[in-house]
């Protein structure tokens, strides 16, 4: 179990710029989430996929986002014309879906991405 | 909507004294989890305990356990005898039918030694 990588640990850029985090969860998971957490804040849920399928987006996640799981394994969140509020935390969590039992969600360390 | 609420923003424990960190939820499911998650500085989001909502039985987990009331929908984490490692953010969360974590805003625990 090498737990969930989350890359780039952290991202600078200017703002307009587009950009794409990736997650890579543990192996025998089939579920994938994203969340984003501001300081001093919990982590807010943006979307999740159970293997390739993208099952449900929030309402946080403006067209300016989107997410993909190619091949079900890892997947990766962009960011197009990146905006100030876009400044936080981006979490990645994978679970498995077990016997009618809710699997807990496993954390990786997160991409901080701060916007210049 | 579910939503949880974590009212202390802050609290502080003599090491190796017990503590304790309060939740309260609203849903209207009748099957749903609810979970303990540890964050320290910079570091990962971990788990610490967890509570399924039809089980009577409290949860334990080593010098963790929870105080999980359904009715008032109130669910406390207890950590006794305290450690400096855990010193930390604690989040309250709560999953139900749709999987997603809906967590509170997280309580900063100092430890003094």
């Known amino acids: 179990d090498t737990g969930v990588s989350q890359n780039p640990r952290h991202k600078i850029t200017k703002r307009g710029q587009n950009v794409t985090f990736r997650c890579d969860p543990i192996?025998?998971?089939?579920?994938l989430y994203w969340y984003r957490q501001t300081l001093g804040q919990g982590p807010e849920f943006l979307t999740y996929?159970?293997?390739?399928?993208?099952?449900?987006k929030s309402r946080l996640l403006s067209d300016r986002f989107s997410a993909e799981r190619p091949k079900g394994s890892f997947s990766t969140l962009e960011i197009q014309r990146t905006e100030q509020g876009d400044s936080a935390m981006y979490l990645c969590?994978?679970?498995?879906?077990?016997?009618?039992?809710?699997?807990?969600?496993?954390f990786g360390d997160g991409t901080r991405l701060s916007i210049l | 909507a579910q939503t949880v609420t974590q009212s202390q923003p802050e609290m502080s424990v003599q090491e190796a004294e017990t503590v304790t960190l309060s939740c309260t939820y609203d849903?209207?499911?009748?099957?749903?989890?609810l979970f303990w998650y540890k964050q320290p500085p910079s570091r990962q989001m971990i788990l610490v305990i967890r509570?399924?909502?039809?089980?009577?039985q409290n949860a334990t987990e080593n010098r963790f356990s929870v105080n999980f009331q359904k009715a008032a929908k109130s669910f406390s984490l207890k950590i006794s005898d305290s450690q400096l490692g855990d010193a930390a953010m604690y989040f309250c969360?709560?999953?139900?039918?749709?999987?997603?974590?809906?967590f509170g805003k997280g309580i900063t625990l100092s430890v003094r030694p």
């Open positions: 849903t209207s499911e009748s099957d749903y989890y």
């Open positions: 509570q399924e909502a039809y089980k009577q």
């Open positions: 996929f159970q293997n390739e399928a993208q099952l449900e």
């Open positions: 969360a709560y999953t139900g039918a749709n999987s997603k974590l809906t």
């Open positions: 192996s025998e998971h089939n579920r």
């Open positions: 969590a994978s679970s498995s879906t077990g016997t009618g039992i809710e699997q807990p969600q496993h």
